[in-house]
């Protein structure tokens, strides 16, 4: 069975600029999740979709940050415009039910 | 801000000896499950534990879990060079939103050949 499935794996940019990351889920997996890894701490929810409505995005700095799940499947992540402290990895994950499936994140690197 | 907090932060050992990562957590759990993640790389499911549980056993994996003292334990029995990666307990929380997993600040495992 594919995993969960993360592109770009790396991305460097400048502050200021837009970067989008993406993420096609497990098949069959109606949830959806959007993870913040910053070096040396563990990784902090950013959003929590279900199919393709949001659960909780309490945690998404929405005034940069944005992401869809069109038709239930694949997600995007944005940010716009970027800052210093926004380097870190995003992660996605996915679930059927109780455990959650992780893709290989993304590295942003925000210079 | 993270509900776990592991300990140690940073562990090394020697091949063939155990490593006991400790987590401890602030609020009432539904269940408390330990990831791995290993170099860059994403997160991987080791174990769960129900908050009515005491113990669990998964190949050379022991969790054990004390909701009284709001902590978990986990013991790799063993040690594999294979194993170093960082360690993550994550639980769930009778008032967050359903699924969702809060996780602490890990222990970076080393074992040494």
């Known amino acids: 069975e594919a995993g969960v499935a993360q592109s770009p794996r790396y991305k460097i940019i400048e502050k200021r600029q837009s970067v989008a990351f993406w993420c096609n889920p497990i098949s069959g997996h109606a949830t959806l999740y959007w993870y913040q890894q910053i070096l040396g701490q563990g990784p902090k929810l950013l959003i929590q979709f279900q199919n393709n409505g949001v659960v909780d995005d309490s945690q998404l700095p929405k005034d940069r940050f944005s992401a869809e799940r069109l038709k239930g499947v694949d997600s995007t992540l944005k940010i716009q415009p970027a800052k210093l402290e926004d380097s870190a990895v995003y992660l996605c994950?996915?679930?059927?039910?109780?455990?959650?499936?992780f893709g290989p994140g993304t590295r942003l690197t925000v210079l | 801000s993270q509900q776990g907090e592991e300990d140690p932060q940073a562990l090394s050992i020697q091949e063939g000896e155990n490593a006991t990562m400790n987590c401890s957590y602030k609020?009432?759990?539904?269940?408390l499950q330990w990831y791995r993640q290993n170099s860059g790389r994403g997160l991987v499911h080791l174990i769960l534990i129900r908050s009515n549980e005491r113990e669990k056993h998964s190949g050379r994996l022991r969790v054990t879990l004390d909701t009284s003292k709001k902590s978990s334990s986990l013991l790799i029995t063993a040690s594999r060079a294979a194993d170093t990666a960082s360690y993550f307990c994550a639980t769930t929380t009778s008032s967050g939103s359903a699924r969702q997993l809060t996780f602490g600040s890990g222990t970076q495992l080393t074992v040494l050949p």
């Open positions: 609020t009432s759990i539904n269940n």
């Open positions: 994950a996915s679930s059927p039910g109780t455990l959650q499936f």
